[in-house]
Each structure stands twice: as C-alpha cells, then as structure tokens.
Nanobody, 121 residues
Framework: QVQLVESGGGLVQPGGSLRLSCAASGSILSIGAVNWYRQTPGKQRELVATITNGGSTNYADSVKGRFTISRDNAKNTVYLQMNSLKPEDTAVYYC???????????????WGQGTQVTVSS
C-alpha cells in the first residue's frame, strides 16, 4: 500500500515562510510528476506547483517567485518552500502523485491527507 504523507503546515504571520514535505512510502517502483494543490472552503482545488521526475517545474501565477517546489528522489519526498506568505495563501495543501509505478505495468494516482496552512497576524 502506498501512502503520501504531508507535513510542515501551521500558522505563520504574513511575510513568513513554511516548508511543506510530501513523503511517499510503500511498494513504489518509481514516481512521476508530483503536484501540490490547495483548497479553501467553498472553492475548487487549485493547482499550485508541479515537478516532473526530471526536475522541471511549473507554478501558478499567484505563487510564482514566492514558492519553490523540489524533490529528493532517493527519499521519495517532495518539498514546497513557501516564502513571503500572504493571507490569501491560507488553505489546506494537498500532495498528489498521479503516476506512481507500483508494478511493472501498473501506475496509480495517490493523494495525501492534506496539511493546513494559515497565514494570519
């Protein structure tokens, strides 16, 4: 069984920083691209950042220049460094790996349970 576990959320003042982690565990042959999403009550889940297994990255316009996504393939872990945080960044942040190879010809889509980020003074 594969699990994605996020950590690193919390309460931070505007202008502060947090680093989220998404650690994958279980029977994994490889992990493709990994996404970070966020969601606030009453709104659709928003794609924040993506990193491919080759290290290419993409960001939502709202976080460009402030957030950095990275990965450590040896640890099956992806990070989201969030700087210059704003109150509008407040949300539950979810890690998603849509192409986890769990067998030679089997890929599965996994989500983490989410971690709350609150930006408030």
């Amino acid at each position: 069984q594969v699990q994605l576990v996020e950590s690193g959320g919390g309460l931070v003042q505007p202008g502060g920083s947090l680093r989220l982690s998404c650690a994958a565990s279980g029977s994994i042959l490889s992990i493709g691209a990994v996404n970070w999403y966020r969601q606030t009550p009453g709104k659709q889940r928003e794609l924040v950042a993506t990193i491919t297994n080759g290290g290419s990255t993409n960001y939502a316009d709202s976080v460009k220049g402030r957030f950095t996504i990275s990965r450590d393939n040896a640890k099956n872990t992806v990070y989201l460094q969030m700087n210059s945080l704003k109150p509008e960044d407040t949300a539950v942040y979810y890690c998603n790996a849509p192409a986890v190879r769990v067998a030679v010809y089997l890929y599965k889509n996994y989500w983490g349970q989410g971690t709350q980020v609150t930006v408030s003074s």
